[in-house]
């Protein structure tokens, strides 16, 4: 699909980013006492906001559990975090992998998932140590 429309590649790749959520986690420090979703957090309270949860979140985002590469809204999603902590690097990020798919398929006719991936042993980066692929 994605060699036959490169164009693809616009919305695939925040597509992966949502799905995969690099991230899973960042903390903050409540400044004041609120509510939240029922729930009471106080002044002080230390919150965990999951964005690989609020990515899964199928009241904002259609079947979140699919991976569509031609999502519409495909850069609604939390993987940069929200707010004034927001990714500043989330241009180049986005960038980066763009300009890796281009590359890719301009030299590869087919590339292949040859074994399992090793993960990063960590509950905050969702990380790949390796991935073994033929490429050809
Ligand atoms: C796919 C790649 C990336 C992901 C998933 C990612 C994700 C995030 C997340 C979740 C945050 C925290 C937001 C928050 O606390 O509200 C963050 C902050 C930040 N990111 Fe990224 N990031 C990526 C790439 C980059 C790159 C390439 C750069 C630098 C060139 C960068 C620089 C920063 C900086 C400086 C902050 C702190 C912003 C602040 O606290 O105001 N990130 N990123």
């Given at each position: ?6 164009k693809?590649i ?6 992966v ?7 899973a ?32 979140d ?8 699919e ?70």
């Amino acid at each position: 699909t994605l060699r036959a429309n490169p164009k693809l590649i616009d919305t695939m790749v925040p597509g992966v980013i949502r799905w995969q959520t690099p991230l899973a986690h960042m903390r903050r420090t409540a400044l004041q006492d609120t509510e939240l979703g029922g729930k009471t957090i106080r002044k002080g309270d230390r919150v965990v906001m999951w964005y690989v949860s609020g990515n899964r979140d199928d009241e904002v985002i259609e079947l979140p559990e699919e991976f569509i590469i031609d999502r519409a809204r495909a850069r609604i999603h939390l993987s940069f975090g929200f707010g004034i902590h927001r990714c500043v690097g989330m241009r180049l990020a986005e960038l980066q992998l763009r300009i890796v798919w281009e590359e890719m398929l301009k030299r590869f006719e087919r590339i292949e998932v040859v074994g399992e991936p090793k993960r990063v042993y960590s509950s905050f980066v969702k990380g790949y140590e390796s991935l073994p692929v033929r490429v050809s």
